[in-house]
């Protein structure tokens, strides 16, 4: 936690700050209110992983401040780790400083041997698509 709050104290308004651990935000344990302060001193982006699932969460601070958390999947994860029903899978981040926005787009694979191909997983149910975008504005 020492090197992110020294990060913190920096106040590079015209930045986006963007922190990348092994270990994801998991707000039901906000420890010493990390989560907040991350959102606070304007964060926008948490990457981790260690999940072993692709998704992603956003946490609000309130109407107007929040961050978002992309966990990294499984890309070379060791087959006794993948949880069941869950395929290798990456995320490429496309950044668009001009537009503040990050577009996120999934890969996956069924098998260790297998061919990556785009993962339709976010939005509507019943036709999902391969991607999601990060408004950084908020």
Do not use: M
Request: include cysteine; charged fraction near 25%; glycine fraction near 6%.
């Amino acid at each position: 936690n020492k090197s992110i709050y020294e990060l913190l104290k920096r106040k590079d308004t015209n930045k986006n700050i963007f922190v990348i651990t092994h270990h994801p935000l998991i707000k039901t344990t906000n420890l010493n209110g990390i989560i907040d302060q991350l959102i606070v001193n304007k964060v926008k982006l948490f990457i981790s992983g260690h999940f072993h699932k692709n998704t992603t969460n956003t946490y609000y601070y309130d109407q107007k401040r929040k961050i978002s958390n992309i966990f990294g999947g499984t890309f070379a994860c060791d087959p006794k780790y993948l949880n069941p029903g869950i395929p290798y899978q990456y995320n490429i981040l496309n950044y668009y400083p001009e537009r503040k926005k990050i577009i996120v787009q999934t890969r996956k694979k069924e098998s260790k041997e297998g061919t990556w191909y785009a993962d339709s997983q976010w939005g509507d149910r019943n036709n999902p698509i391969p991607h999601y975008i990060i408004d950084l504005t908020i």
